[in-house]
């Protein structure tokens, strides 16, 4: 089975320019997360969707964010413009389970993509 | 406040030897916890999950614990391998709901 994929891998990119970020989950999870990871402060929840809605976008820093997912299969994470500051690393996860069956919660992370904004 | 601290933040060990990595949280109302691995350059990996009523379970070389009471998990791993070089992070799910509380993770670097 293909596990969460993400592209692209790695995305440098200068201050002020359009950043997308693109997630296919696994086939059959109703649950999509974003998370960014940064050394100072680990892994954040960027945006959460349930069955394609967004459920909790509350951890997206500012309306420079954005994220849809018009399908159950693909999911995308936009910056514009982008900024230094936003230099992580973006992942995307999927699971089964939603707002009130959580179930076990294990998350299924793709490889991530790598965002350098200079 | 929902909070899960690990530590310690960093620890190196000769290969072969034996560790243990803590976790300790205040989430409420508990659901699960669970503990990940993650290579350098890849996505977390769960290792394992520990319910409310588990106190202990193993995964090969992996061993965790559960202390509801005291709400603190441990992971111990036996004769550490080279492959073993990797963050640990604990993960805690509230009950009745989506939210993870996660923690900062461990940095373990097995020595040769």
């Known amino acids: 089975d293909a596990g969460v994929i993400q592209s692209p891998r790695h995305e440098v990119t200068e201050m002020g320019q359009e950043v997308t970020l693109r997630c296919k989950p696994i086939s059959g999870h109703n649950s999509l997360f974003w998370y960014r990871q940064t050394m100072m402060r680990g892994l954040e929840l960027l945006i959460y969707f349930n069955n394609n809605v967004p459920i909790d976008d509350s951890g997206m820093p500012e309306d420079r964010f954005s994220a849809k997912m018009p399908n159950a299969s693909f999911s995308t994470l936009k910056i514009q413009p982008s900024e230094p500051r936003d230099s992580a690393v973006y992942f995307c996860a999927s699971s089964l389970g939603g707002q009130a069956q959580w179930g076990t919660g294990e998350l299924f992370f793709g490889e991530g993509s790598r965002l350098t904004v200079l | 406040k929902n909070q899960v601290e690990q530590s310690p933040q960093s620890l190196i060990i000769l290969e072969g030897k034996n560790c243990t990595l803590q976790c300790n949280y205040t989430v409420s109302p508990f659901s699960n916890l669970r503990w990940y691995k993650q290579d350098t350059g890849r996505g977390p990996v769960s290792l394992t999950i520990m319910t409310f009523s588990e106190n202990t379970k193993s995964n090969g070389r992996y061993t965790a614990t559960l202390d509801a009471d005291t709400k603190q998990s441990s992971l111990h791993i036996t004769a550490s391998q080279l492959s073993d070089s990797a963050s640990y992070i604990c993960?805690?799910?509230?009950?009745?709901?989506?939210?993870?509380?996660w923690g900062a993770g461990t940095k373990l670097i097995i020595k040769p």
């Open positions: 993960v805690v799910s509230v009950k009745e709901g989506y939210q993870l509380i």
